[in-house]
């Protein structure tokens, strides 16, 4: 009997790192640092802060993200209905905070976010919280659109969705100095 084949972890993991390359170097920053926060990877504050407003997003964003461990606890395990208070209230207040930043600027970049901070079982949950997010009237109509725009019709009408955990989790990197010629 012949199993199924899959993709290796390595091969799924240079297929997420090439995705990541695809966005912004702000939103590149931007999912690094969430991470750090979402997951309490090291001092966010020090390692991520350039100025007192920075600092102070960072401070916000950690506030908002204490509804992570909500989310995760509440997150459904089938359609039902029952939980959605417990689980889409706090998602969609975390997403438009994070929409609201500026730097989330399509699905796939939002997508890439959360599917680390929560896990692969959020995925069917995710275009509803970004429309949602998306449309609420705290974002410019301009960005409104565009982020909008950004979701396919196969993100919203997907039959099923893919239940492997994520393999690549970026990470802050240290610039290495090079030594200089002699």
């Known amino acids: ?55 102070a997003s960072i401070r916000a964003q950690t506030q908002v993200y204490h509804h992570l461990d909500t989310v995760r606890h509440h997150l459904p395990d089938d359609n ?30 939002y997508r890439f976010l959360y599917e680390r901070l929560i896990g692969a079982a959020v995925r069917p949950w995710l275009p509803s919280a970004f429309c949602a997010s998306a449309a609420l009237p705290h974002l410019h109509p301009e960005k409104r659109r565009a982020l909008l725009q950004s979701i396919s019709e196969a993100a919203v009408t997907a039959p099923g969705w893919s239940n492997r955990p994520p393999c690549f989790i970026p990470e802050w990197v240290e610039k290495v100095q090079q030594p200089l010629p002699n």
């Open 80 to 109: 039902g209905l029952e939980s959605l208070q417990h689980f889409m209230t706090p998602l969609i207040i975390m997403s438009a905070f994070d929409l609201g930043q500026d730097r989330l600027n399509s699905f796939s970049a």
């Open 1 to 55: 009997m012949n199993s199924p084949k899959k993709p290796a972890n390595g091969a799924m993991a240079l297929v997420e790192m090439k995705e990541f390359a695809t966005f912004p170097a702000a939103t590149q920053r931007y999912i690094r640092r969430s991470l750090d926060i979402g997951l309490k990877r090291h001092e966010v504050l020090e390692r991520w802060s350039r100025d007192v407003i920075e600092a």
